[in-house]
């Protein structure tokens, strides 16, 4: 099972597309860095995967769990 799943991620703030179609996966006990230039759309990314804020299109998932609808759970799973 993947610890983080995101699949075609897209969130836009107007006439900005935060991010555009992200897919990515990271395995249980995978060590991963998360870099890239400014506007590349990390913060919203984390954004997302926290829960703060609702995709446009497709989904982020943490030990199975959609980051948006199930965030008490996965609160719950970590803390």
């Known amino acids: 099972m993947n610890a983080i799943e995101i699949k075609n991620l897209t969130k836009d703030y107007g006439d900005h597309r935060g991010v555009f179609n992200l897919s990515l996966n990271v395995a249980a006990n995978q060590v991963f860095g998360f870099l890239g230039p ?19 299109q497709g989904q982020c998932l943490i030990n199975g ?10 609160h719950n799973q970590l803390s």
């Open 38 to 56: 400014n506007g590349a759309g990390k913060t919203t990314t984390i954004r997302n995967l926290l829960g703060f804020i609702k995709p446009d």
């Open 65 to 74: 769990l959609d980051c948006w609808s199930q965030t008490s759970a996965i």
